[in-house]
């Protein structure tokens, strides 16, 4: 997968607005340049600087309510030159109600992206969550059948990849298909249109953007079932002669699990399909599954800030990640993180998490340290 030539020579970051989700693009190149970072960053201090002078790239995702912050926007402009919109361009967003679409969100994510020379990655077209209850009811409250659902799938995709057409670069046209055994997860597309509504998704967002990438996107591929069920749908799509550009990994991780072996085994597996992988929503949960009622210091250990050993474990495991990367750097074409920094992220939900590689602040953690050591020694 390539990166244009006009991305990789424009490298002037200029940043007015301001971002909330972060997205690292780390994409195998060949004769990168090196780019000039704005104000006192330096190619030597960035993801992005980092990345690139070892050839590769760096992109941020957005959330249009934080297009306000000047701390986000720059720290999002100087470190990355990729953008995926948090939730700006799921359908409930994007399209409220039958044919009545609300463009504005999404429109100053692009508009922010391109203005700072910054790809866009499109997400999502068709998932179960996120999705309005209209797209799948019939009349008399009865469950909308094929033909209205496949006339519904198709007059989004048209008109939402139509609308970015030449301005976004690829689309995650399927989000989360595969259940946890492997099988097609039951969902209202699935009952209302049948096993080829993924097919069905791809084909009308190829027609709508024949030059746009086309991605599927799921969580959970280091379970060899899921991850079976993920390259079997995957293997069937290219079967039908439909366009399918990489498989997004989503890399909501944890500080121990997945193994790195289980991440590994997972890339390679993925990557014999023939397509490139992404990990397109990084992030390390470092607090434990609690439930309500939980005692709060068992629930919210972190409260009061991260102690030195947790973040310097922090460190390790994205030193260990990142290391992985560049090992396999033929097999894999992006990384996304999901938030920019601490204060951020979605994985906060009422307590405090740590997981990215910027604290509350949004200033660089040790995590973030270790990231660009490795980058560099991979020079
Ligand atoms: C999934 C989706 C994302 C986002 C995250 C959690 O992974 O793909 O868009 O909603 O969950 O925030």
Redesign the pocket.
Known sequence: MGIDSALRSSGRLRLRARLAAATVAVAAMTGGAVIALAGSASAATTLRGAAEADGRYFGVAVGQGDLSNTSATNLAGSQFDMVTPENEMKWDTIEPSNGSYNFGPGDNIVNFATSHNERVRG??LVWHSQTGAWVFQGPEGKPADRETLLARMRDHIQTVVGRYKGRIHGWDVV??AIDEDGSLRKTPWRDGIGDDYVAKAFEFAREADPNAELYY?D?NLEKPEKRAGVIKLVNDLKARGLRIDGIGN?A?WRLETPTMDAIEQALVDLNSTGLKVMYT?LDINLLPSAGRGVDPAVANPYANGLPDEKQQQLARRYADIFGLIVKHRTRVSRVTF?GLSDADS?LNRGRMNHPLLWDRQRQPKPAFHAVVDVLKRAR
Request: glycine share 0%.
């Open positions: 997400h999502n989000n989360e996107n969580y989503q909501h929503e999901w979605w």
